[in-house]
C-alpha cells in the first residue's frame, strides 16, 4: 500500500518486508471493539478497526524484537479539539501504541502485528494547557460544609470549600481545601 510507510531504524526486519492493512468490515468485529473502547477510554469520538499484517515473503510475522514505526493517511478528519489514539487489540485489553501527527499524517510505533483500534477523542490535554493555571476555570465542583468553630470563648462560623478538579488522566483526582471563617 503506497499509503502507508514502515520505518525500521533498527534494522530488526528482513528485507523482503512486506505491510498491509485491511480495515475491518465484519460488523461483530466492530461492534465488539467498539464496545471494548467505549468502556474503556473516555470522550470516544469513532473508532476505525484495522488488521495490520506483515510478510517476510511467504511467511506472516506477528512479534518482532523491538518497535517499527509505521506512518500512514489519518482514518479520520480530526478538529483542533480532537486527536487519534492508537490501540493494538488483544482479546479484552487494549494496548496503546505511541502515536503522533506529523505533517498531517498519523505516526506510531509498534512490535506486535494485529487488530488495531484507531480512535478518535476530544482532545483534554489541549484544554489543559490552555487553562492549567486557572484551575476553576477548568469546570471544579464546589461543596460547602458548615461546621462551628469555638475559638477564644466566641463561636466563629467556619466553612470548608473542597474543590474537585476535572480528572485530568484515567482515574486520577485533583482536591484543593480552603477554609473561610466568617
Known amino acids: 500500500d503506497s499509503k502507508i510507510v514502515l520505518g525500521d531504524v533498527n534494522g530488526i526486519l ?7 492493512t485491511e480495515k475491518v468490515s465484519d460488523e461483530k468485529v ?9 468502556d474503556k477510554i473516555n470522550g470516544v469520538k469513532d473508532v476505525v478497526v484495522y488488521e ?3 510478510t517476510d515473503g511467504s511467511t506472516q510475522l506477528h512479534q518482532l524484537d523491538g518497535k517499527v514505526q509505521i506512518t500512514m493517511d489519518m482514518p479520520f478528519d480530526i478538529s483542533d479539539n480532537e486527536t487519534i489514539k492508537v ?11 505511541a502515536s503522533s501527527i506529523k505533517d498531517g499524517r498519523l505516526v506510531f510505533e509498534t512490535d506486535h502485528f ?3 483500534a484507531f480512535v478518535k477523542t ?6 489543559d494547557k490552555k487553562k492549567k493555571n486557572d484551575a476553576d476555570a477548568v469546570g471544579t465542583k464546589s461543596v ?5 468553630m469555638l475559638e ?3 463561636r466563629k462560623e467556619r466553612r470548608t470549600r473542597i474543590v474537585h478538579t476535572k480528572s485530568r488522566g484515567a482515574g486520577e483526582r485533583k482536591f484543593r481545601q480552603e477554609v473561610v471563617i466568617d
Request: hydrophobic letters at 35%.
Open 14 to 20: 528482513p528485507a523482503s518486508a512486506k505491510l498491509s
Open 30 to 38: 466492530i461492534n465488539k471493539v467498539t464496545s471494548l473502547v467505549k
Open 52 to 54: 495490520l499484517y506483515l
Open 87 to 97: 490501540f493494538r487489540v488483544d482479546g479484552d485489553k487494549l494496548i496503546p501504541c
Open 114 to 116: 494485529s487488530t488495531y
Open 122 to 127: 476530544a482532545d483534554t490535554q489541549k484544554k
Open 144 to 148: 460547602y460544609l458548615d461546621s462551628l
Open 152 to 154: 477564644k470563648n466566641t
